[in-house]
């Protein structure tokens, strides 16, 4: 939960430093951390069945951070 709440507060790039510094934990304790394997297909639907009511539910991707013209962009058309 404290790393979540650090991305939100957080100015600017996040790094373990940062982290660090921000954070109640030391910069180590969030390499470590991270190092480690996450669920995050079990985490997300876990959270969404908390907060989404009904039937139907969609979990969404924001691939923003992908490059959208030039050379890298994939060609859907062949």
């Known amino acids: 939960m404290e790393t979540l709440i650090l991305y939100l ?10 982290l660090g510094r921000y954070g109640k934990s030391c910069e180590q304790r969030f390499r470590q951390n991270f190092s480690k394997d996450f669920d995050w297909l079990e985490f997300n639907l876990s959270l969404s069945d908390r907060v989404l009511t009904g039937d139907r539910k969609a979990i969404a991707i924001d691939p923003s951070y992908i490059t959208k013209s030039g050379k890298n962009t994939l060609d859907l058309q062949t």
């Not at 507060?9 to 940062?18: C, M, S």
């Open 9 to 18: 507060v957080i100015p600017g790039r996040i790094n373990f430093l940062q």
